[in-house]
């Protein structure tokens, strides 16, 4: 997210940065859609990607952390008015509902191969902000993403109480911070770890939610 002055901001920016200071490295963020963001680290002209999950097709051009910086919820979410609470894990049925996601985002296992067999059809955003103000505008019935960055996109609009988790999860998705291989090396990736997941043990994560999504 962007702060009144235009910077980056949030848990996974804050995280992000105590570990760099810890190296005595600036970070620069620029705010982007994921598949922008993608293009450019894979075109030399960004570093590092966030947030990314680990897969043997990113590998190919990423360095990972051995640690995660979060696992990111990932639920379907609804407008608060909408009468049900429950997802009976029958992907079919969300195919009479408009559903959105981010576009190149992946979701869970279950999702993603439900929805590369057409099992139902999905609205495709830029970001997770575009989301949930679609969803707060009732041009979408549901969106999947994780529910920790939808929560704070949803305070920051003032309407907090405005959307609800449709339980049970879609799933718990590990994310990390990628380097470009062709950027950066190996010895600062580990000593990147290093100090993320020592921030980690220290309760970093659950300071930085506390003062974002409390």
Do not use: C
Request: hydrophobic letters at 40%.
């Amino acid at each position: 997210m962007l702060n009144a002055q235009g910077k980056a901001e949030g848990i996974i920016v804050e995280l992000i940065q105590q570990s760099f200071e810890k190296l005595d490295v600036e970070a620069n963020f620029e705010i982007s859609n994921w598949a922008r963001a993608f293009a450019k680290v894979k075109s030399h002209q960004s570093q590092g990607l966030i947030p990314t999950m680990r897969t043997p097709d990113r590998e190919a051009y990423f360095y990972y952390p051995d640690t995660a910086f979060l696992l990111l919820d990932q639920h379907l979410i609804a407008h608060s008015s909408w009468q049900g609470n429950q997802f009976s894990g029958d992907y079919a049925e969300l195919d009479d509902y408009r559903i959105g996601k981010v576009r190149n985002a992946r979701i869970s296992p279950s999702f993603d191969n439900a929805l590369s067999q057409q099992v139902f059809d999905v609205e495709k955003h830029n970001s997770v902000e575009g989301l949930v103000k679609s969803l707060l505008r009732g041009r979408l019935d549901m969106i999947a993403t994780d529910s920790r960055q939808a929560k704070l996109v949803a305070m920051q609009e003032g309407q907090a109480d405005s959307i609800k988790l449709i339980k049970p999860a879609l799933g718990q998705v590990p994310v990390y911070l990628a380097f470009s291989k062709q950027q950066v090396d190996l010895e600062f990736v580990e000593r990147f770890d290093q100090q993320l997941k020592l921030l980690l043990e220290q309760g970093a994560l659950e300071q930085l939610e506390a003062k974002y999504l409390h």
